[in-house]
């Protein structure tokens, strides 16, 4: 193996949310070779901190395991790189044949990686499962719409939605939810293992897994067969290692030991490395969110504890809102690669607001220690309320720590909270959030697909994703509207009011929305193309210069 500081070949950094997600690639580590079956060539070794929790698609909705998803299993629907709109993928036409019915014909001679055809069937069985599975930590809250999934021959899929004209369905296609799974491998009514899934070859993306060590090491050989939209794999086969922190994954990258490192560098070590020759950092746009959860039922004054009460619950979140100093946090944390985010749907897409804003603070941003206690007085709470923070050490960034510790900072100092900080890793994280273990937790947000839906529906609606008891009828119903509205115009006022009401009620509290940035160098190419506009990773468009 060479290293790259023997080579002298630039590396290349990508981070999708930026700090929360960097690619750094490095000279010719991996070395070279071909995948004669495939047709593609070359190598590549990528490093990760970004832990997977399971291959089931039914199972886990979260950016490490929907990495792997986006690799090897087919959509329907999938936004090709660099483009912000979906198309079919392994379908051949997708298109409302009336205003509830959604008909995709799929292309013929579809096959999965252990040679059974993939059909109208195996679709049909996919959406019926996730939806039966229905996991609290699994993506089936975005199957709101969706009634009942008929295989009417072997490549005619019809999806029967509740209402009429669903301006989101086709991309909620290409979400999480929309991986195709084999129904001779996969359980109608349980999770499937990682290990029956990789036995099973239950295959059909860009790529198939060939070999498979549970968070320490993926190998993706090409995939001859796919016939999707992202065209034939370029690079033959990808090594994925993952590890346990940052500064062995920068460690990495400086000895050449990888070609990519893809989610998590901190601010620091990308601030360093654009300082490094054989480096290049170029910024962009991006969607990622970071935000603090409340659940309704354990939080302060909660409705299950023994002062709940919903006034003092609501004043509890009232005034942490008043108090955050998100400058504070994206100049000191993050050096700006962040900036401060005052409302629910990040700013660049339609319908963004900066609701927050107004309502809480000074009214022009920054925190206001004053109205926080006059906000906690008047629902009388005299005496520093404790709050239970929990937060990821592995999953959203290095600096989480950092961030977190800002944030108890920040409360604790007006005096008016106690705040008990606490981390888990993530694994053991995503499964206790959703059973009622942390009053108040971190969370944070890639984009499914790049609409305002995708930062309201997942979140707020009664069965949401977050799993922590909001229940807010006028907003359900509203998020519903605002999905079946053709008229653009009366849709973003929707969205807009959606905003408003949920800033008044603070089912979470929003802090940071996330930059994306490409660095390309000489000797890989396709990096820009492997972020498209859903913030997507894939491998299939990185090859050796």
């Given at each position: 193996m060479t290293s790259a500081s023997k080579t002298g070949k630039r590396a290349i950094i990508v981070a999708a949310g930026f700090t929360a997600a960097a690619l750094a690639l490095s000279g010719c580590a991996a070395g070279g070779g071909s995948d004669k079956d495939s047709g593609s060539s070359g190598t590549l070794t990528i490093g990760t901190t970004d832990k997977i929790t399971v291959l089931d698609p039914a199972g886990s909705y979260d950016n490490g395991s929907f990495a792997v998803m986006n690799q090897v299993f087919p959509f329907l629907?999938?936004?090709?790189?660099?483009?912000?709109?979906?198309?079919?993928?392994?379908?051949?036409?997708?298109?409302?044949?009336?205003?509830?019915?959604?008909?995709?014909?799929?292309?013929?001679?579809?096959?999965?990686?252990?040679?059974?055809?993939?059909?109208?069937?195996?679709?049909?069985?996919?959406?019926?499962?996730?939806?039966?599975?229905?996991?609290?930590?699994?993506?089936?809250?975005?199957?709101?719409?969706?009634?009942s999934t008929d295989a009417v021959d072997d490549t005619t899929v019809v999806f029967h939605l509740k209402s009429a004209n669903d301006q989101v369905f086709p991309q909620i296609l290409s979400s999480p939810a929309g991986p195709i799974v084999d129904e001779d491998v996969?359980?109608?009514?349980?999770?499937?293992?990682?290990?029956?899934?990789?036995?099973?070859?239950?295959?059909?993306?860009?790529?198939?897994?060939?070999?498979?060590?549970?968070?320490?090491?993926?190998?993706?050989?090409?995939?001859?067969?796919?016939?999707?939209?992202?065209?034939?794999?370029?690079?033959?086969?990808?090594?994925?290692?993952?590890?346990?922190?940052?500064?062995?994954?920068?460690?990495?990258?400086?000895?050449?030991?990888?070609?990519v490192a893809f989610r998590s560098l901190s601010a620091t070590d990308i601030d360093s490395l654009r300082g490094?020759?054989?480096?290049?950092?170029?910024?962009?746009?991006?969607?990622?969110?970071?935000?603090i959860v409340f659940n309704f039922d354990t939080q302060a004054f909660g409705a299950k504890t023994p002062e709940a009460d919903p006034a003092k619950a609501l004043a509890v979140r009232q005034a942490v809102a008043d108090l955050v100093d998100r400058d504070e946090i994206a100049d000191q944390v993050y050096k700006g690669t962040y900036t401060p985010l005052y409302s629910y749907v990040p700013a660049g897409l339609t319908g963004a607001t900066e609701s927050l804003k107004g309502l809480y603070g000074d009214g022009q941003g920054a925190p206001d220690a004053d109205k926080a206690k006059a906000t906690l007085t008047a629902a009388g709470i005299t005496e520093p309320v404790v709050l239970n923070l929990?937060?990821?050490?592995?999953?959203?960034?290095?600096?989480?720590?950092?961030?977190?510790?800002?944030?108890?900072?920040?409360?604790?100092?007006?005096?008016?909270?106690?705040?008990?900080?606490?981390?888990?890793?993530?694994?053991?994280?995503?499964?206790?959030?959703?059973?009622?273990?942390?009053?108040?937790?971190?969370?944070?947000?890639?984009?499914?697909?790049?609409?305002?839906?995708?930062?309201?529906?997942?979140?707020?609606?009664?069965?949401?994703?977050?799993?922590?008891?909001?229940?807010?009828?006028?907003?359900?119903?509203?998020?519903?509207?605002?999905?079946?509205?053709?008229?653009?115009?009366?849709?973003?006022?929707?969205?807009?009011?959606?905003?408003?009401?949920?800033?008044?009620?603070?089912?979470t509290i929003p802090l940071l929305q996330g930059a994306q940035v490409a660095v390309t160098g000489t000797d890989v190419t396709g990096t820009e193309d492997t972020l498209d506009a859903s913030f997507k990773f894939r491998y299939g468009a990185l090859a050796k210069g």
């Open positions: 629907m999938n936004t090709p790189y660099g483009s912000p709109d979906v198309e079919p993928d392994i379908a051949e036409s997708a298109e409302f044949t009336a205003p509830t019915e959604y008909t995709v014909k799929l292309k013929p001679g579809l096959k999965f990686a252990n040679g059974n055809d993939l059909t109208a069937s195996d679709v049909k069985f996919t959406f019926d499962r996730q939806l039966k599975i229905a996991d609290e930590n699994g993506p089936s809250s975005l199957l709101y719409n969706l009634e996969f359980s109608p009514d349980a999770l499937t293992s990682d290990d029956d899934i990789v036995k099973g070859k239950a295959f059909a993306g860009q790529y198939s897994i060939s070999s498979y060590d549970f968070n320490n090491l993926i190998q993706y050989k090409a995939n001859p067969d796919y016939k999707g939209v992202l065209e034939p794999a370029k690079t033959g086969t990808v090594n994925v290692k993952y590890y346990a922190d940052a500064s062995n994954l920068k460690l990495a990258v400086q000895e050449g030991e990888i070609d490094n020759d054989k480096v290049k950092v170029v910024d962009g746009p991006g969607g990622e969110i970071r935000y929990q937060y990821s050490n592995d999953h959203y960034g290095p600096s989480s720590g950092d961030e977190y510790a800002l944030v108890k900072d920040q409360l604790e100092s007006s005096g008016l909270f106690t705040v008990n900080l606490q981390t888990t890793e993530w694994v053991q994280y995503s499964k206790d959030r959703t059973t009622d273990v942390y009053p108040e937790y971190q969370l944070g947000w890639f984009p499914d697909y790049s609409d305002a839906d995708n930062y309201l529906t997942p979140f707020f609606l009664t069965e949401n994703f977050l799993g922590n008891h909001y229940d807010d009828k006028e907003v359900n119903d509203l998020i519903l509207k605002q999905a079946t509205t053709t008229d653009p115009a009366e849709r973003t006022k929707i969205i807009e009011e959606i905003q408003d009401k949920v800033a008044a009620q603070l089912s």
